[in-house]
């Protein structure tokens, strides 16, 4: 987690923002190319 919030805080524009509920977070790499990006997925909230 620490090195996805990391790699967020750098190259997204937005950061990395909060996240609500459950969390799945993805980094994909490469062996040629190391990281090379990565995704996120959130619950849904209800009110």
């Known amino acids: 987690m ?3 919030n ?5 190259e997204h524009p937005q ?3 909060p996240l609500v509920g459950a969390q799945m ?3 994909i790499g ?3 190319a ?3 990006g990565s995704g996120r997925r959130s ?3 209800t009110a």
């Open 25 to 27: 977070r993805y980094l």
């Open 15 to 17: 950061g990395a923002g």
């Open 30 to 32: 490469s062996e040629h």
């Open 2 to 4: 620490r090195v996805w």
């Open 6 to 10: 990391e790699w967020m805080l750098c």
């Open 43 to 45: 619950g849904a909230a």
């Open 34 to 36: 190391g990281l090379v």
